[in-house]
């Protein structure tokens, strides 16, 4: 693959930006073992890119009985593969790998969710969460009530919406600048490495 | 009208929020005459409330030469009515009227915005925002270059890309939480005299 | 609104006109204060003018328990909603606020019909219509059998049909002459006035 | 076929009606043979049933050079089979036979006009009429132009656009009544027959 | 009917065919009394002919008590029509009449098979087959499970499928390389010919 | 991943094949490592497994100038990723990606490949197989010329016709039969193995 451009418009270099910014993409950085490409493309718009941090962080770093982080990671594909987006269905699979410890189940779910190896649950998280994606007007009183059948808390269906709306902003934005995703993404969690079996076993405890 | 609910979702008291979202509720009430409902329904989640409200303001509160205020409640109303979001197309509808100090146009826009009576400028933005909200995969280079064109600078290009994702996100949430317009909006801007500022003085008595 | 032509086509002045068309043209006019651009548009075809309004006025000049006036319109609305038509959902749209005595049904029948405030017999009228105006083959006999289920007699369920399919020529027409709506329409039945307490009062007499 | 109901509405006698559509009724049937369901079903509504005819023959028993009684009725079928109407593919599909002469043309144009063999002037007419038919904002100022530019006059492009929003109503009516096509329309056009020799002998004079 | 190149690609000469696809040719041709136009657009490529007409009779030429050789026939009218595909609608159409007796279902078939005279066993097959046609992730097992219901084997309920998808490949084929039906199959079943009706007659025993 | 079943449909054991799909089985897995699952899937309908095969390999196991066996794979990636077909899309995905030596080009093929990093000639290619696939009588006259544009000859032009058609169907019997990709082909091609970097040895001798 020929190194395609992070974005359609200016990406700052690391010390042009605002204090807070640089120190959290350094701090992404080490965490991750590189900067994904979104946060590089949203820098020349600090006041965005920190809205946009914000609401992704509130929304995608949490557990819940109803809604683990894997399953959030899992809307964001199924919704995000509806869109075509690269970058969100490549990174996003990425993660949700990671999260679920399935390295299948992304890719499952990004081309056909209806026949993925899914929960009860999640089918109906899915069901609603790709109509709100593609059909908002379709979305009705009783596909929310069909969430809270299947023990998604109240706030864990806001959560279904508000994930798939924040991704439908992500999409376009992504689609719109044509951020790639990093190739690292691209195998990360499709084999065990010694690092995730670490992790794996830290959180089995 | 009978009064709808203002959101499927718990909607807060006042004197319930975190101080920062309890003194911009009032601020917007004190301008506003009324504080509109999408404020009410996000307020039981306020980092998400802040963040949406960062990135809307960090957006539509801004004139450049390339897309005045005017324009860009128009994005909203077209790509919003596309969605078929009734608090959007009502609410953004009469920001534009008064914006554009055209009591028709917001109409012409909501529902046929092809033969409304644009700018060969608006009509280009219009183009390729309809075609972003709608089918992002579809959106080329070619698209942002026509914008370059019609003497949108670089910033005026990303706005028309990010104000129209900023909505899709909206237009979801409001379908998913069923947040109605409140009734103040549908009249604003329509009847621009003496009439209506008694009226206004009526109400707030 | 920089006034737009009234249609693609030629328009005749009143003097050429079959004398019974500018009589029903007078007539309109002095009923309304102005006169519909449909009108104006079709008049030089006198022929299709004759049949075009004798067959709106045996549709929607008609008031059953089943269907009233208002309703007609509402089917109006939301069916021209469907097709982006202009000059059907402003026109219809004002009537409809007059006919229901209600300043927002229209404009939320217009944009999102189904978290519209109507009662589920009118929610049954609207799903039949804006199926057989999207999806005529998608009509099935279950269809109609279940507006007589709310109560629609023969008649009123054939009107259904009736009024979406004269409106399915009527909105394309439209279109095709790029007839627009008058600005009397606009803001038509949004505030009480007199004139329409009068008229209210009359009726109710 | 077993023989279906010609509407799912009434149908009245012929004694039933009111003289002036019996005489109608009566004279069609001589000339053709068979009364076409389509008036039997709109007969219990007399009056809808004489501005549907009359708005039918304003714009088809009519030849000009520029848009044949063959040609409008090609519109018909073109139009009819994107609705998939039975009874209009059928009856005109009949028609279009024997006004073309051609015992093969109309199946080709209900099937797949885009690769029919006709003229360039026809395949800009239904180019505009497929558009009219099933996406009426999608229809320019430039459609129009483009018929103009093969030829059409003013006259012959209103035409186009007026058959294509009369069939728009009549295709929803035969679905909505359920209208079955007349067993003879299938055969008719399809086999040279004496009287088709005959009539044909005529016109060439 | 100019005729038509029989494909946008090659079609050798019958002395250039390799012999086990000439003896076929000449044989259909025996049977038919002409070369269906299929046969002579892929003889150009010998493998893929020989694999196309395996698969077709493997599929076609088969006649059990739940999907009879005139119900294949009409599988392919309707997924044919879908895909607005003149050759398989006109040639499998005339073969479906023949099939069926009956010379006006396929037309129904092809045009609104929803409601055409058809046993409920039939229409389930259509449903799940145009599904299948249409929107190939949108088959579930209860589309499956619901043609069981009918008394369909699980030999036929795969027949289903199999000639669907076998459909969709030929539909492309005949779209892609252009190829018309024989003028023959227009007429074909249509009118009760001696030799129809002794075939009819022997069938009948 | 649950071992899903290999398909909805009996699945034989090798020794009740036919001596000749045994065999060719038994190859393909000495080859493969594995057997891949559509083998298994289509080996009860044994006539139908031997065409399916024998078209598969007259399309795809061919290298021409204007057409290589990676480029043959991307077409059924991207046609395949349409249909949202999971077998076709992972296991082809794998073959495209030992085909084309690239770890990221397959998925960013079906995902998006309009801003896949592709030559023109290859932009070309795919712009008319997915309308084939999609919308297959709106592929024309020009697209096929387009591709001759690119340098490809006649066969090349109609192998993208025909491996397009034959993934129609593929897609089609992989949704009916509910036949999942194998596991080994998820990971297959994105890490370079030594068996791999040999292989490519080889080739580039």
């Known amino acids: 693959m020929t190194p395609a451009p992070i974005s359609r418009f200016p990406v700052p270099e690391r010390e042009e930006l605002p204090a807070d910014l640089a120190e959290r993409f350094t701090d992404v950085e080490e965490r991750s073992g590189f900067l994904p490409n979104v946060f590089a ?10 809205a946009f941090f914000a609401m992704h962080d509130a929304l995608m770093d949490k557990d819940t009985p109803g ?10 594909v199924a919704t995000s593969a509806g869109n075509d987006c690269l970058y969100c269905v490549v990174a996003h699979g990425a993660v949700a790998r990671i999260r679920t410890r399935d390295p299948y189940l992304a890719d499952q779910v990004a081309v056909d969710w209806r026949k993925a190896p899914l929960t009860p649950r999640m089918r109906a ?3 609603v969460a790709t109509r709100l994606a593609a059909d908002p007007a379709g979305v009705t009183e009783q596909d929310l009530a069909a969430l809270a059948d299947h ?13 798939t709306s924040f991704f439908a902003l992500s999409n376009r934005l992504a689609h719109f600048a044509a951020i790639p995703p990093n190739p690292e993404f691209f195998l990360m969690g499709r084999v065990p490495r010694s690092a995730d079996v670490a992790e794996g076993e830290r959180r089995r405890g």
Chains 1, 2, 3, 4, 5, 6 share one sequence.
């Open 41 to 50: 493309a949203l820098a020349w718009r600090p006041e965005e890119a920190r």
């Open 67 to 76: 809604l683990s982080r894997g399953d959030r990671e899992l809307i964001v």
């Open 125 to 127: 998280v899915l069901t």
């Open 151 to 163: 023990g998604l808390t109240q706030d864990d269906v806001w959560d279904v919406g508000m994930i």
